[in-house]
């Protein structure tokens, strides 16, 4: 009922609206100032996250570095140099965190990425009142109406389950069946189990610094592997207990057509697969974006001189 593709082509529909923003305790914060002219390498760090923008998706990831740039001060020197800054997001050893490693709070500018914590970083603690903040915030947020929409309207087009009916009809009886099961989903698996058993489901990025397929595996992985409260290793009890209890609490509100444990099978697969390619979104997204804000601060250095170069 879920199809991963659905995500990717939801941004052709978005529109520019945004709904109030709310402040969580880890929420991504505005990142560092513009790199100087002569830097070619990112500074070395952990991660942070970033605040919701509604710039173009090439800068999307971009806009949320708060950039202050000013000419050097001494003749002696040429370009533009670093502006310290408050707001310059540190690891836990108190170095400038890279973009490359960065998680944004929305990825593209909609998809709500508030459960991710960059590669390395120092997570808020978990707990559940946290936990319950962050779940609450995802299952409200826009973005999942109109997901919800987007597979509810696959879902009757391809008529998923016969028992439903076609039309607008069978249309209405996917969607409040949908928003029952994301809404389980989310608050099973981000709030309730993880309370009850001490687990922290969100995803830690790996990010740069290991190979695309180990970074791919460990994506994978994460399924079966979270974190305790302590922050060692432990099953995926939570994550995939909420998976479970979703498709057992759905029989009550679908027809006995649709409540097999065939059917049910299906749709806790389409869930896992629908994790692991958001996961991998996740770990790759913030890898192209570095590679288009250089892009675009090249091409802003160089209008920058040939501006210079041409006035009298």
């Known amino acids: 009922m879920r199809f991963v593709a659905a995500l990717l082509l939801s941004g052709l529909a978005i529109c520019n609206c945004r709904a109030q923003p709310v402040q969580l305790p880890d929420a991504p914060q505005p990142s560092a100032s513009l790199q100087a002219a002569s830097d070619s390498q990112p500074d070395s760090g952990a991660y942070s996250s970033s605040t919701d923008r509604s710039d173009p998706p090439e800068l999307a990831f971009s806009s949320e570095l708060e950039q202050t740039v000013q000419p050097a001060q001494n003749a002696g020197q040429s370009g533009l140099r670093r502006q310290p800054s408050s707001d310059v997001p540190l690891d836990a050893n108190g ?6 490693r960065q998680q944004p709070r929305r990825i593209l500018g909609f998809m709500p990425n508030f459960r991710s914590v960059s590669g390395g970083a120092v997570a808020h ?3 559940w009142k946290y936990s319950f903040t962050i779940a609450t ?7 999942s109406f109109i ?3 987007l597979t509810s309207a696959t879902a009757e087009g391809i008529n998923e389950h016969p028992v439903l009916g076609k039309g607008m009809d069978g249309f209405y009886a996917y969607t409040w ?3 029952l099961d994301k809404t389980d989903g989310t608050y099973l698996s981000a709030w309730l189990l993880p309370s009850i058993l001490h687990e922290d489901t ?3 990025a790996l990010g740069d610094g290991h190979s695309i397929t180990t970074r791919a595996l460990y994506v994978i992985s994460r399924q079966a592997v979270a974190r305790t409260y302590n922050g060692s290793q432990t099953p995926n009890v939570a994550g995939l207990g909420g998976k479970v209890l979703t498709q057992v609490i759905s029989r009550y509100y679908y027809p006995s ?7 049910l099978a299906t749709k806790f697969g389409y869930s896992a697969m629908r994790d692991i390619g958001f996961s991998t979104i996740r770990e790759f997204y913030p890898d192209i974006a570095a590679h288009y804000i250089r892009k675009h601060r090249e091409k802003e250095v160089k209008r920058a001189a040939q501006t210079g170069a041409s006035t009298p």
């Open 257 to 263: 057509g649709a409540t097999s444990f065939s059917v």
């Open 137 to 143: 915030r995802q299952a409200t947020d826009y973005s």
């Open 147 to 149: 997901f919800l929409g």
């Open 202 to 204: 969100r995803y830690y």
């Open 177 to 179: 069946r949908g928003f």
């Open 125 to 127: 603690p978990p707990g």
């Open 95 to 100: 170095n400038p965190i890279p973009i490359e």
